[in-house]
């Protein structure tokens, strides 16, 4: 089982930077493909970057492309979500999670293991 821990959400301006960060314990994460997905109210969650077990592969999806950098490091058991050019539709609380596979994927139904989420509010 593993348990995962988002952290680095908070309010920013239109323009700002966030970093978030994933911690997972229970077991090493270093075979596992992990995500960042989001859910804004009212809004189904969505996708928004994968990163394969080895760190080689990452999707994004094309609403953050260019503006958001996932990276993991396996020796801390953690992923990042560094987000640059942050925009009033980027609120929402971001999750984090990880699927039992080496390949990054961007279909929430293939991950197997959720954090709580953090709040990201971006202002205008």
């Known amino acids: 089982q593993v348990q995962l821990v988002e952290s680095g959400g908070g309010l920013v301006q239109a323009g700002g930077s966030l970093r978030l960060s994933c911690a997972a314990s229970g077991r090493t994460i270093d075979s596992n493909a992990l995500g960042w997905f989001r859910q804004a109210p009212g809004k189904e969650r969505e996708f928004v970057a994968t990163?394969?077990?080895?760190?080689?592969?990452?999707i994004y999806a094309d609403s953050v492309k260019g503006r958001f950098t996932i990276s993991r490091d396996n020796a801390k058991n953690t992923v990042y979500l560094q987000m640059n050019s942050l925009k009033p539709e980027d609120t929402a609380v971001y999750y984090c999670?990880?699927?039992?596979?080496?390949?990054?994927?961007?279909?929430?139904?293939?991950?197997?293991?959720w954090g709580q989420g953090t709040q990201v509010t971006v202002s205008s």
């Open positions: 990163i394969s077990s080895s760190g080689s592969t990452t």
């Open positions: 999670a990880a699927r039992r596979i080496l390949w990054a994927g961007s279909s929430a139904r293939s991950y197997d293991y």
